[in-house]
């Protein structure tokens, strides 16, 4: 059973074109993440979600944004993407902030043209 | 700042041999997990076994075990009996407790040869 869902599994964009990605869990977590993947390289979070609240790490360009409209999903926003946003994006989930384990998606791998 | 280095990039093992992945960490915490997470081609990334530091006795989770060294900051996975299935990139990761954010390695890509 899929517990972290994440759509499409494969997206392609123009560049400086907007492009949204999905996350849904069944999970029922309070917390859901956001990480960049590039190739051969090690996940990078993004952001988190804890219930509404939102949390931006230091680093994240001011192009990534995203929403959570509900516990069950959460969404990606790339507002103009530009080639160095071509990545794998994995979506992942823990019950709090405290619980040590994540629970990933599949993810979405990106390609920008 | 914590860091997780994995110094093989990729690592190959015989079917039904054992391999060993290495691990070393910096932080100043004395709290915190230690996970070893497998991504197995085009599949999502799943927990393969967790370590937390305060406890002494190494994790095993069946074919899969830790060799956590605290002082040293070394934390390696051995792989037993290894199987075709266990192909895959494995990050070592660290989270302090109660933080929010794992910190990965860079990952070691194993090759299992039949």
């Known amino acids: 059973d899929a517990m972290v869902i994440q759509n499409p599994r494969y997206q392609v964009t123009q560049f400086g074109k907007p492009v949204t990605l999905s996350c849904s869990q069944t999970l029922n977590h309070n917390v859901m993440y956001w990480y960049q993947q590039k190739s051969s390289q090690a996940p990078k979070l993004l952001f988190h979600?804890?219930?509404?609240?939102?949390?931006n790490e230091a680093d994240t360009p001011d192009n990534f944004q995203s929403r959570r409209p509900n516990t069950s999903f959460c969404f990606l926003d790339i507002r103009s993407p530009g080639l160095g946003d071509a990545a794998m994006y994995l979506c992942a989930t823990s019950r709090s902030l405290s619980t040590d384990t994540q629970y990933f998606g599949p993810g979405t791998r990106l390609t920008v043209l | 700042a914590q860091t997780v280095t994995q110094s093989q990039p990729e690592m190959s093992v015989q079917e039904a041999e054992t391999v060993t992945l290495s691990c070393t960490y910096d932080t100043s915490e004395s709290d915190y997990y230690l996970f070893w997470y497998k991504q197995p081609p085009s599949r999502q990334m799943i927990l393969v076994i967790r370590?937390?530091?305060?406890?002494?006795q190494n994790a095993t989770e069946n074919r899969f075990s830790v060799n956590f060294q605290k002082a040293a900051k070394s934390f390696s996975l051995k792989i037993s009996d290894s199987q075709l299935g266990d192909a895959a990139m494995y990050f070592c990761a660290y989270r302090k407790t109660g933080g929010f954010k794992t910190i990965f390695g860079a990952g070691t890509r194993l090759f299992v040869k039949a």
């Open positions: 370590q937390e530091a305060y406890k002494q």
């Open positions: 979600y804890y219930d509404k609240d939102f949390n």
